[in-house]
C-alpha cells in the first residue's frame, strides 16, 4: 500500500482525477478526516473536504504507475 496527499481544487481536477483512477485496476481510497471514500466515485469525492489536501491509498503492487499519471495532483 502507498499513501500520498493530494489536492483537488477544481471541478475539472475532481473530473480528471476520476478518469485516471477509472483506468486503474487495483483499489484507491480517498480520507479526509475520519471520512473515507473510492476514489473512483465522483459522488464521494465530492462528499469530502476539498479546500485542504487528502489522503490517496492505493492498494496495489502497481502504485508507482498511477502515481506518475496523478503527479499534477501531487501535494509537494
Not at 481510497?29 to 471520512?35: A, E, F, I, K, Q
Not at 465530492?46 to 506518475?68: N, Q, V
Request: hydrophobic content about 45%; proline content about 1%.
Amino acid at each position: 500500500m502507498k499513501t500520498i496527499q493530494i489536492q483537488l481544487s477544481t471541478i475539472r481536477d475532481v473530473q480528471d482525477f476520476v478518469g485516471i483512477a477509472t483506468a486503474f485496476d487495483g483499489d484507491i481510497d480517498l480520507t479526509s478526516g475520519r471520512y473515507v471514500v473510492d476514489a473512483k466515485s465522483i459522488i464521494g469525492i465530492f462528499s469530502l473536504d476539498l479546500l485542504s489536501p487528502i489522503t490517496l491509498r492505493i492498494h496495489s503492487g502497481d502504485a508507482d504507475k498511477l502515481i506518475t499519471q496523478l503527479d499534477r495532483f501531487i501535494v509537494k
